[in-house]
């Protein structure tokens, strides 16, 4: 029990950024390798035209479908507790969204090895968007759990969702609160249904790959799961925190190769998380089509 306290602060608490002051004179840091093969593409511009379709329009549509179909998966989840109504619910509102916001997804690197049902797999993806999650329900084609975080409870017909159809809650404030919720995800994923994490423990604030939290893949590698790597793009320029103004834009979701935890410990978590921020700063690094 003390064993699974500790991973579970681990998995909550993110790494700790370097702040060594440096010397006059002294060359500046490195820029990440990712970061200078992609640099930033050109902004389009969306004026108020754009802006009075995403807040008269869009966004209205979003929460219409979301209290809908809300309510009746919080209805379904008191007659069917496997969770499989409620996923179909919620793949069913992902839909509604991806067809309401213009937004086209090419999908690159996906192949039936990558979603093997007689494995255990870990989809570690990137987050930069409120609207990454139903790219994921639509376009990753099998029943899956998530990954989130306790604050989202709090959000109406949202949080009821998450808590009633089997997504995973990690308490980053408390995370001995998260232990039962650690080893029920730990035998659903055992038992074969994937898991999806977003290692970087929350949204990017600035478009950019965040430092992977160092506890991301403690259940990959405590249930020999093999781990995919997943870069949505274009989905920080769709809708970015702190604003309701959805630019529609083509985007696209880049599945890499499988990374197998098989044989590995605890001990080599930071070494796997490494192993898998690397993946996905490569496939994030690719060029987009002109």
């Known amino acids: ?21 440096r010397s006059p004179g ?21 004026g108020w035209l754009s802006r009075l379709r995403s807040y008269f329009i869009l966004t209205p549509l979003i929460w ?3 209290v809908v179909l ?22 069913l509102w992902s839909w509604l969204i991806m067809k309401t916001i213009l937004s086209p997804v090419k999908v690159t690197g996906m192949n039936t090895a990558k979603i093997d049902p007689s494995r255990p797999r870990v989809y570690a993806v990137t987050h930069a968007s409120a609207l990454d999650i139903p790219i994921l329900y639509v376009y990753l084609p099998f029943q899956f759990r998530i990954i989130f975080k306790s604050e989202l409870l709090s959000y109406p017909f949202i949080g009821w969702h998450l808590k009633r159809s089997g997504q995973v809650c990690i308490n980053q404030q408390n ?15 055992r038992s074969g249904t994937p898991l999806v994490i977003f290692p970087e423990g929350g949204r990017t ?53 499988v ?12 070494k796997v998380s490494a192993q898998v921020k690397a993946a996905v700063e490569n496939l994030h690094s690719a060029p987009r089509p002109a």
């Not at 001995?176 to 919720?181: C, H, K, N, Q, T």
């Open 1 to 21: 029990m003390n064993k699974i306290a500790t991973t579970a602060e681990r998995v909550a608490e993110p790494e700790k950024e370097s702040a060594e002051p």
């Open 26 to 46: 002294q060359p500046p840091a490195p820029v990440p390798a990712w970061s200078a093969k992609h640099p930033p593409r050109p902004e389009t511009r969306h």
């Open 64 to 66: 219409i479908y979301t």
């Open 70 to 91: 809300g309510t009746l998966s919080l209805l379904c989840s008191l007659f069917e507790r496997n969770g499989r109504v409620q996923h179909n619910l919620a793949r």
């Open 175 to 189: 995370p001995s609160l998260s232990i039962g919720a650690i080893k029920s995800a730990l035998r659903s994923l």
């Open 205 to 257: 604030r600035d478009g950019q790959i965040q430092p992977f939290l160092p506890g991301a893949f403690f259940l990959a590698i405590k249930a020999q799961a093999d781990i995919v790597p997943i870069a949505l793009i274009g989905t920080f320029d769709l809708l970015p925190m702190n604003t309701y103004h959805i630019k529609c834009q083509p985007l696209e979701m880049r599945v890499g190769e």
């Open 259 to 270: 990374i197998s935890t098989a044989g590995l410990t605890l001990q080599d978590t930071d």
